[in-house]
């Protein structure tokens, strides 16, 4: 069976994934989304799954961007934290479906407890320029350029498909 790293090579993969499992947040607000596969046939296997998973959560991800880039300014630096930020076909796939350069910062795994200590100091007092430093990049990955046309009219289905499914929830 082929594995997801072979899968890099092609993009997007063949099945569309809603990754909603848990209701959405952003840019929804609907906590009774639920999570689809679109797509499937009888050759769809374990990889064209895993690989719509990650494309899915991907393309979720661009779906924020898009509603926070005009109010952010700024958005120069987009760090890739926790365990996904070890997987170099992850980072790919969410650089290239964000149209944007990644940093992995240095101890990808832990950032997101030093967040939560960082508002906590922010809570008790911290001046803001105290705590919110920029974490130390471990590396850069960059946009799969042959990949952009085929994720953004991907990603047109993906914007499509909430809509088509939230009735049959």
Sequence with gaps: MPSLGAA???????????PYLQGERTPHNDVAARGAFIGLDATSDSVDLAR???????YSLRLGQELLAP????LSFIGLVGGGARSALWSEIVAS???RSLAIVED??????????RVSMIA???????VAALPRVARTVEPE???AVAYSE??????????????LT
């Design 124 to 130: 008790m007092g911290a001046p803001l320029t105290d």
């Design 108 to 117: 990808a795994d832990f950032v997101a407890a030093l967040g939560a200590a």
């Design 97 to 99: 479906i964000l149209g």
């Design 71 to 74: 109010r952010a300014g700024d």
């Design 52 to 58: 719509a998973v990650l494309e899915g959560v991907a």
């Design 8 to 18: 890099r090579g092609s993009a997007p993969g063949r099945i569309l994934f809603q």
């Design 154 to 167: 991907r990603f047109a289905r993906f914007r499509k498909a909430y809509a088509a499914l939230r009735p």
């Design 145 to 147: 350029r042959r990949w």
